[in-house]
């Protein structure tokens, strides 16, 4: 009796240091298999998005997750996943909610070719030689910036050998 007390109070301790925001205390991340949270970035009467991307204020919002630890699923500063970074950048942006997954973000935005990619087009990956399992922000001079398993939030370069042979396209969220 005297072990079983000790041990319920150890757990309540570990519990108690849990912190009670897991992510970030933005709104909560939409379910992976609906739409629902997708906001489209407005379109004007020529068809062409009126959002552009800020790149010097994405370039300070990429800095402040630069080295922020990898956890599936997250999308703050707590930890982050390769589609949860591009939710959370998008997100400090402009509010902008999109797809919380690299299929579905890889499968609603707009292509782009290779040699027209701007800064903060979508790089996609595929990691387990299926379909885009991985998601970057393109950062310019060949480089993207992605949540790695192992590394957390870093900068990579699309010339590096792995990146070159899993790359399977880009994706604009502008118009």
Same mark, same amino acid.
């Given at each position: 009796?005297?072990?079983?007390?000790?041990?319920?109070?150890?757990?309540?301790?570990?519990?108690?240091?849990?912190?009670?925001i897991?992510?970030?205390?933005?709104?909560?991340?939409?379910?992976?298999?609906?739409?629902?949270?997708?906001?489209?970035?407005?379109v004007?009467?020529? @068809?062409?998005s009126? /959002?552009?991307?800020d790149?010097?204020?994405?370039?300070k919002i990429? &800095?402040? +997750?630069? !080295?922020?630890?990898?956890?599936?699923?997250?999308?703050?500063?707590l930890?982050?996943?390769?589609?949860?970074?591009v939710?959370?950048?998008?997100?400090?942006?402009?509010?902008?909610h999109l797809?919380?997954k690299?299929?579905?973000?890889?499968?609603?935005?707009?292509?782009?070719?290779?040699?027209?990619?701007?800064? @903060?087009?979508?790089? /996609?990956?595929?990691?387990n030689?299926?379909?885009?399992?991985?998601? &970057?922000? +393109?950062? !310019?001079?060949?480089?993207?910036?992605?949540?790695?398993?192992?590394r957390g939030?870093?900068?990579?370069?699309?010339?590096?050998?792995?990146?070159?042979?899993?790359?399977?396209?880009?994706?604009?969220?502008?118009?």
């Amino acid at each position: 009796m005297k072990w079983f007390l000790v041990m319920l109070a150890v757990v309540v301790a570990l519990v108690g240091c849990e912190p009670s925001i897991r992510y970030s205390s933005g709104p909560s991340k939409p379910a992976a298999d609906t739409g629902a949270g997708y906001t489209e970035p407005k379109v004007s009467d020529t @068809g062409r998005s009126d /959002f552009s991307v800020d790149t010097d204020r994405m370039r300070k919002i990429i &800095g402040g +997750y630069l !080295g922020t630890s990898y956890r599936s699923g997250g999308y703050g500063k707590l930890g982050i996943d390769c589609s949860g970074l591009v939710y959370a950048v998008y997100r400090d942006l402009s509010n902008l909610h999109l797809p919380p997954k690299t299929k579905k973000l890889f499968n609603t935005l707009r292509r782009v070719s290779f040699r027209d990619l701007r800064y @903060g087009d979508l790089v /996609f990956f595929s990691l387990n030689g299926k379909h885009a399992s991985h998601v &970057g922000l +393109y950062v !310019g001079d060949n480089k993207f910036v992605h949540a790695s398993e192992s590394r957390g939030v870093v900068i990579s370069s699309l010339a590096e050998e792995y990146y070159r042979q899993s790359y399977v396209g880009a994706r604009r969220v502008t118009g």
